[in-house]
């Protein structure tokens, strides 16, 4: 569910928009498809959120982790 709000009183819901997915673009361009994105913790910026961190790992399909678990950074792209 994806809902914004500019008082954070009355929030109005885009079932269209989806809140994030597992897609990620890596920063040498390449994307892939994460099997979890969990854990997350978010850093602001003078009072902005501006990263994502989840943990995360290589895999097929939820929870199918192969090979390595780490940590992932997301930057987040304030809506113009």
Known sequence: VYA????????ELLDDH????????WKDGHKSKQCNLER???LFEDGEPSYLYCSS?????PY????????????INKKK
């Open 57 to 61: 790992g290589d895999g097929d399909q």
């Open 40 to 42: 997350p913790f978010i």
């Open 4 to 11: 914004e709000s500019e008082d954070l009183l009355d929030f």
């Open 18 to 25: 989806p809140a994030f997915t597992r897609n990620v673009t």
């Open 64 to 75: 199918g982790f192969k090979g390595e678990t780490y940590i992932v950074c997301l930057k």
